[in-house]
């Protein structure tokens, strides 16, 4: 398999195999990223992919699901991505769910009708890392679309019936407007109804711009106590039904499906580790973590 360096799945898609049709990531420059720092951007070869798919065809002839990788694959063309979709069917006719994380960004040069085209050809669910819905936020960070923009391209994806994961990236708009970007990632999450919410705490890694500007004053990092605030806004203000997802700030397990059924357990939980929780562990964890 033709895998390069950096390479990330999602974890909570438990597919097999993986596929890689891209290197990189074409925007490389949110501010609490690294993970593709120095990678540069570029396609797979063709001849790459189609040599990895033949190997797959002889290891998991009947494989039924599969992740493309890397950072944001989707961001081909509607030309370039459907042959690479037609290849999987080719070399494993028992495909049936087609996954990928991506960019909002990357569905805009695609139709609808192009996107209802690459779901008949396998592509089944998009994780997309929106990380916020605060147009304040979303720029701070440099992820180069704003909130408009997620609505518009989810706006697609529903319309094609493409199930989408959004994900809020819990403390990145920092104290300065903490409760601006729950609310309004709460309110924008809300209209465009994912079929998952997932939620991950910030952690500044070293050599991130967020870090460094940290370390100058620049930007002011949330407690452990100010996260969960912060995350239990977010729920309170969340309305959509989905499956939702949480991990690196809380210490509890909040993860499930029926979220509208649980969320009253779920802020009850919240309340309580407000008050009673382990702030040094919580701190000690997000410490050590070392990648995404």
């Keep these: 398999m033709h895998f390069t360096d950096t390479v990330y799945r999602n974890p909570y898609w438990p597919t097999f195999p993986l596929l890689q049709i891209t290197q990189g990531c074409t925007h490389n420059r949110c501010k609490f990223c ?11 070869p063709m001849e790459w992919i189609e040599e990895d798919l033949m190997e ?21 063309t509607y030309d370039k991505l459907a042959p690479i979709l037609e290849m999987i069917n080719k070399y494993l006719p028992k495909m049936e769910y087609i996954y990928a994380c991506t960019r909002v960004t990357d569905i805009r040069n695609k139709t609808v009708e192009q996107l209802k085209s690459l779901k008949e050809l396998g592509l089944r669910e998009i994780s997309l890392g929106s990380e916020s819905g605060d ?9 180069n679309c704003r909130a408009a923009d997620i609505v518009e391209q ?10 989408f994961w959004l994900c809020f990236l819990n403390g990145v708009a920092g104290k300065e407007h903490s409760m601006d970007h729950a609310i309004h990632s709460a309110e924008l999450f809300s209209q465009c109804k994912p079929m998952l919410v997932g939620t991950g705490g910030l952690v500044l890694f070293p050599g991130t711009p967020l870090l460094e500007e940290a370390e100058r004053g620049e930007f002011t990092p949330l407690t452990e106590k100010e996260m969960l605030i912060e995350l239990k806004v977010f729920v309170e203000h969340l309305t959509c039904d989905c499956y939702f997802n949480t991990h690196h700030t809380s210490g509890i397990h909040l993860s499930g499906p029926d979220f509208l059924k649980r969320k009253n357990k ?6 309580h580790e407000i008050r009673c929780g382990d702030m040094e562990r919580l701190a000690a964890i997000r410490r050590n973590k070392r990648s995404l």
């Excluded at 690294?34 to 797979?44: D, N, S």
């Excluded at 147009?135 to 440099?142: F, H, I, P």
């Excluded at 989810?154 to 199930?163: F, Q």
């Excluded at 779920?266 to 309340?271: F, P």
């Design 154 to 163: 989810c706006g697609k994806l529903r319309e094609a019936g493409i199930d």
């Design 135 to 143: 147009d304040w936020t979303l720029e701070r960070v440099n992820k």
């Design 34 to 44: 690294t993970m593709y720092k120095g990678v540069p951007f570029r396609l797979q």
């Design 56 to 76: 797959l065809a002889e290891i998991v002839p009947d494989a039924k699901t599969i992740q493309l990788l890397s950072a944001n694959p989707l961001c081909m």
């Design 266 to 271: 779920i802020i009850e939980a919240l309340d």
